[in-house]
């Protein structure tokens, strides 16, 4: 039987903190029982506009409560990765959730998320080794399972992500749909600085100069859908020339792949993925590009 709920669990005129996934699970059926849908935006904190961006996306879905977790979650992160230099400042993304009206900030420990003992994952399959999987074993295993946990424990009516990450957007998506979540997945375009750089919270990590170097991995970007209509090939020398000619870039992988991370086509809808480190920091961006002339 449902506990009544206290004004400690959820205060309309502002943000409420929980640590506790079953005091969360108690508020958001409440909630749900109360008529009112369920918007989740699940991020690792250090937010910033682009997080702002989701939040007001959530706000966009008709009767909803925006939940905001916040959870840097170890199980995607490999051994030599920036685990314990990711920025964490809950006070300060509290202040954000509060200034963008969010009703539940959710913010668990690791212990709280991963008990003692637990071993049971999702596995993404094929495509989850692909792109940011080869080069990070066993990333998307970690971020298809915490949102998995996140979806159950929040029971959403929406969850929004951003495109930047669009591999993990993608798996998400079929995730959610090949397990049967009852909720819509929504992807908001990504957001850029003024000069055309992924807004991402590693960005903190890059000196000046970095700074203006990690540019070009988004002027790749537009260089090669410039050209779009000249086919795949031109697309990604056109990228691929447009980085080289920057020096400081570490160059991951530059792909072209269909909508849905599959083969590129040779013509319609497609994808620009890359992904490049800038001293010490790692980022990715992608674009669509529209190959050819877009008929069939």
């Known amino acids: 039987m449902t506990k009544p709920l206290s004004k400690a669990d959820y205060s309309p005129a502002g943000v409420t903190v929980h640590h506790d996934p079953a005091r969360v699970t108690r508020v958001v059926r409440a909630l749900r029982a109360a008529g009112r849908n369920i918007a989740l935006v699940p991020t690792m904190g250090a937010l910033h506009a682009g997080h702002r961006k989701l939040i007001r996306e959530a706000h966009v879905m008709q009767n909803t409560v925006v939940v905001v977790s916040i959870f840097v979650n170890p199980l995607q992160f490999g051994p030599n990765e920036d685990l314990d230099r990711y920025p964490r400042n809950l006070e300060s993304d509290v202040d954000i959730c509060r200034e963008e009206r969010v009703g539940i900030v959710f913010a668990p420990s690791a212990e709280d998320m991963y008990p003692s003992g637990a071993t049971a994952s999702v596995s993404p399959g094929v495509l ?6 080869a080069t990070r074993p066993g990333h998307f295993d970690g971020v298809l399972t915490v949102v998995a946990k996140l979806f159950n424990i929040v029971g959403p009516t929406y969850a929004v992500f951003g495109e ?3 591999q993990q957007l993608t798996l998400i998506h079929r995730m959610a749909r090949e397990l ?8 908001v375009p990504t957001v850029r600085e003024y000069d055309g750089l992924a807004l991402s919270s590693r960005n903190r990590f890059l000196d000046a100069e970095q700074r203006q170097t990690a540019v070009a991995l988004s ?3 537009v260089a090669g859908a410039h050209v779009s209509a000249q086919g795949p090939e031109a697309v990604l ?4 020339d447009t980085l080289a000619a920057v020096p400081g870039i570490d160059l991951d992988y530059l792909e072209l792949r269909a909508p849905d991370l599959g083969p590129a086509p040779e013509k319609g809808d497609a994808r620009l993925l890359v992904a490049a480190r800038v001293g010490t920091t790692r980022l990715i961006d992608n674009a669509a ?8």
């Open 289 to 296: 590009v529209l190959l050819g002339d877009g008929d069939d």
């Open 180 to 187: 049967n979540f009852p909720l819509d997945v929504v992807g």
């Open 237 to 240: 020398r056109t990228a691929r």
């Open 219 to 221: 002027a790749a970007l």
């Open 164 to 166: 930047k990450d669009y």
């Open 128 to 133: 989850g080794t692909e792109l940011e999987g």
